[in-house]
């Protein structure tokens, strides 16, 4: 397997402000993580994918100027949710690719914005 | 056609029998299937992988795979309470650049 860790696991934050998600890949380095949101009752919906070194793609309907990710090392991927909204709340999880495609998921960061 | 397709439940299965859990896909070409389990308010865990047509077992959880129907299931034999939980099915989609693309995921409640 492999082991993520997410930081914060939960964040409450006022409208208009900024936050940051850290993800790490604790035991092995990965050249690329993903980052998928899940609202309640929902699916994993995947908004991007982060590749060190280089920029994130992301997917279609995701406002890359919004959503702000830097894998700046093999062990570390940020996502920075600018001037959140409460529309903006929900379940933010991170995964790293291992192997045949497998993915293994950070415990997530519940976001609420008030 | 959804990439994957899974029917959302809630699928309600007495402790000890067993449950069984099925999804779709539309890829001809996908060629790797997952299983994962999530439980209210948590990440997804990986459960099983299976990558060749037939069945894969670990333990009490047996994944089913059938390329040419674009089939795969999952079988939890033995059903615990502890089994309750939502059951994502993951498959690569090669039109999406091979990314693994995730079902809504069937809830499963085991009665006591």
């Known amino acids: 397997g492999a082991v993520v860790s997410q930081h914060p696991s939960r964040v409450i934050c006022k409208s208009g402000t900024s936050v940051k998600i850290e993800c790490r890949s604790l035991?092995?380095?990965?050249?690329?993580m993903f980052w998928y949101r899940q609202f309640p009752k929902q699916s994993l919906m995947l908004m991007a994918t982060?590749?060190?070194?280089?920029?994130?793609?992301?997917e279609q309907g995701v406002e890359k100027d919004k959503f702000l990710i830097n894998h700046a090392s093999l062990t570390l991927s940020t996502l920075t949710v600018t001037s959140a909204h409460p529309e903006d709340s929900s379940f933010y999880i991170c995964?790293?690719?291992?192997?045949?495609?497998?993915?293994?998921f950070g415990p997530g960061t519940r976001l609420t914005v008030l | 056609q959804k990439e994957v397709e899974q029917n959302s439940g809630p699928l309600s299965v007495p402790e000890g029998a067993i449950a069984s859990l099925n999804c779709t896909y539309s890829?001809?070409?996908?060629?790797?299937f997952f299983w994962y389990r999530q439980y209210s308010g948590k990440s997804p865990e990986l459960i099983m992988s299976?990558?060749?047509?037939g069945d894969k077992e670990d333990g009490r959880f047996t994944a089913q795979l059938n390329k040419a129907s674009q089939y795969v299931s999952l079988l939890i034999r033995d059903s615990q309470p502890s089994d309750s939980a939502t059951y994502l099915c993951?498959?690569?989609?090669?039109?999406?650049?091979?990314?693994?693309?995730f079902g809504k995921g069937t809830r499963l409640h085991i009665l006591p």
């Open positions: 995964s790293v690719r291992r192997g045949q495609d497998t993915q293994y």
């Open positions: 035991d092995f380095q990965a050249t690329t």
């Open positions: 982060s590749n060190e070194g280089s920029k994130a793609t992301y």
């Open positions: 890829d001809r070409g996908s060629q790797s």
């Open positions: 299976i990558y060749s047509n």
């Open positions: 993951a498959v690569n989609v090669l039109s999406r650049d091979d990314k693994i693309i």
